[in-house]
């Protein structure tokens, strides 16, 4: 019976031609490189439904995409193309596509069921950043390096260095001479730790981020679990290629070690993640990897983007100083052209902002077609709150999350620590909630249980220390219900705040929003089916933050989005406003040390401005303090604009200032006869 493709006349034949590669034979690799807005991630997902009509099992294509709202994203997309050519109803091509997710989300499930030939604990729990970074803590002081010298570097960056080497796959002494110079003396102390590090983890029995594509690797280079993991897919396809790093790389190349099957998508231009050694190599070197067999195939028209805008976006990547290929185009004819909109300050920025996302509210553009990126999460601060003043309501991707709450924490730590009683972490956090018990205790607590081969059993053993009151009895009571799971999930997180909201009364003076947060946070868990994948998910990808804090807002509510440049990746809006276009943020303080950096940020604001589609606002706040690191210390200096808009692509843009400045009216002026040269005298200050 032929089969309907009626849906791949919506592509161009280039798209098409990715789309067909190879369907229904054995394909070899192929690599989708084109810029922004050209239609990658849709012909992406043409290419998995046009698989799923030629009869491939979607339960054997792996998708791996740079978020899991990505993921959703994608499965949507490729539902709404194919379930009418496959006749099934709604729902039932983005349920049965289960390999959607990130790379870290697939490892930690792949690990999970393959743990037993791996003779990892499949009970293991992730830590995120701020557990690791707490971990590498208790165990920097168990060695006494901090007592050791002031200077030694912060838990943070011993993480960074720790999650450096092994992302990079780099040797320690090259990546502190290269990366972090500065904590070069400590090399044989970083060592140390991060052997102690490694060490704490397992017998704990936790893994951390890295250690998800770590073991990963570790797994495919086992030949036999190899080749078992390898045979579960199909197919395996890649978005955002260019900002994975070299271990991700790896791990797919062990899944296709052949190439076979494996499709790779997007864009140099857009590499943004190096800080999180993500390394662009990885899709420049990919089609010499699989040479002669690889098909490339390009893309040089952008769908998204009006002229004007994607000319200002061009005009910005064109003076890097490496060279990408592509040269877009865009046939959305506009007279508008992007706007540089220079503010007095942060207060008129974000006034600006609000005025013109309500105008376009008015005009006829939702709100959740508006976005307003920033660089760092913290510069929404003013705008959040500008927002909530004017009833705008709005959701914030990327950054401070609902689960970064100290009682949403503690209350994650308490399932946590029942899923597995060896995690020192998470068990340092729930004991420490106890009056009158410090780190000592714990610490005593911990140990007796760490060392007994039935921790729940040495837990009710330990005796109740004198401080703890009530409250003891009641968490040994809790934790070995939860332990023994004698609770319906997710009714337990419920007994779980039983125990904790007379400790939240004595503590805080909000108890009672806080208690509120954890019921919303019960009704997020009544969506997962149980409690290891509420926390798996949780740890590797917390839900949005939202401004209300009642509850997220449903799906048909209308609500203005703020992100992040980094998380606004892959997506698009009608309107775009970017905060703080001025140097010192974008290029970051940070980032102006090496051309190397600088560069990532130019491809940054590329990605910040080809997200919008017909309207893009540029905000220039000229009182925006930037720190400036000298050797005389840090000098704070007012902001100018970026440097990557030179005077001589500002033709791009239209050039405004806001407020608009009132014409000094010629009756007041001073009549004839100025007693003082004031014009020489401007010219002396100089
Ligand atoms: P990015 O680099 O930002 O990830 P991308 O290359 O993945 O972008 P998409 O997000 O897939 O691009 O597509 C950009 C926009 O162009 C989307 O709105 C998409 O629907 C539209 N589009 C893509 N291909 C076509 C086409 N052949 N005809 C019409 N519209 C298209
Ligand atoms: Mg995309």
Redesign the pocket.
Known sequence: MPVDTAFLD???PE?RRAAEHGVGTAAGPLLVI????????????HRVANLMVHGADPRRILLLTFSRRAAAEMSRRVERIASRVLGVGSGAVSDALTWAGTFHGIGARLLREHAHEIRLDPAFTIHDREDSADLMNLVRHELSFSEKATRFPTKGTCLAIYSRVVNAQGDLDEVLKSVFPWCAMWSGELRQLFGAYVAAKQAQNVLDYDDLLLYWAGMMSEPAIGAQVSSRFDHVLV??YQDTNSLQAAVLLAMRPDGRGLTV?G?DA?SIYSFRAATVRNILDFPGHFSPSADIVT?D????SSQPILAAANAVIEQASERFTKNLWSDRQSEAKPVLVTVKDEADQVGYVADCVLRSREAGTPLKQQAVLFRTSSHSGPLEIELTRRNIPFVKFGGLKFLDAAHIKDMLAILRWAENLRDRVAGFRVLQLLPGIGPTTAGRVLDAIGNSPNPAWAFSEVPAPAKAGQSWTGLVDLIGKLSKRETAWPLELAQARHWYEPLMEGQYEDAAIRVADIIQLEQIAAGFPNREKFLTELTLDPPDATSDQAGVPQRDEDYLILSTIHSA????WKSVHVLNVVDGCIPSDLGTGSTHELEEERRLLY?AM??A?DELHLLVPQRFYVTQQTRNGDRHMYAQRTRFIPREIKAHFEDILWPPVTPIRSDLLPKAGLSVDLASRMRGMW
């Open positions: 919506a592509l161009n798209q084109a810029g922004a807005g050209s239609g990658k991630t849709n012909t992406l997902a978005d955002e998508v864009d857009q893309l028209r952008n769908y998204r990746k892959g997506q698009e990605v080809t997200r589609k």
